[in-house]
């Protein structure tokens, strides 16, 4: 196995990591969700004293805010595990290029996995696993 090859295995590996650890904590939105289900049916729960009950809005708005983030994070999370397959089967090179980019974002762990992905996507070497063609330079052009 030559060292471009066991990178990308490493690589592969390391996004089905960060990937589950991503579903896992995408999942924290659904208290923000459950919270909000129960200011829209059951708003007396927050009543104390023969205070006012809290408006419906807030209810909707910490359920709807809590589901786009929920899935935001999902899909997110689902297309860094489906990248990592991708890396292990060499194929789709530029949406894990592209992946690698939007997992700088998601720091600490998927800056460090991203930048490593970039580095090692960019290699001359790892293009030509993916089946890329590489110009070559030519001496006697100026």
Not at 78 to 92: D, E, H, M, P, Q
Request: net charge neutral; glycine share 10%.
């Amino acid at each position: 196995m030559t060292p471009d090859e066991e990178h990308l295995r490493l690589l592969s590996i390391f996004h089905y990591i960060v990937g589950g650890v991503g579903c896992f904590f995408a999942c924290m939105p659904l208290i923000h969700m459950g919270l909000g289900l129960v200011f829209i049916l059951s708003p007396e729960t927050f009543v104390e004293n023969g205070g006012e009950a809290p408006p419906a809005f807030f209810g909707w708005l910490f359920f709807v805010m809590g589901l786009l983030f929920f899935l935001i994070g999902q899909a997110i999370s689902i297309c860094i595990i489906v990248s990592g397959r991708f890396l292990a089967k060499r194929k789709r090179y530029m949406f894990s290029f592209i992946l690698g980019c939007i997992e700088c974002i998601l720091f600490p762990f998927g800056t460090v996995l991203g930048i490593f992905t970039i580095i090692v996507l960019s290699r001359d070497s790892v293009k030509e696993l993916y089946g890329k063609t590489i110009p070559q330079n030519d001496a006697n052009i100026p």
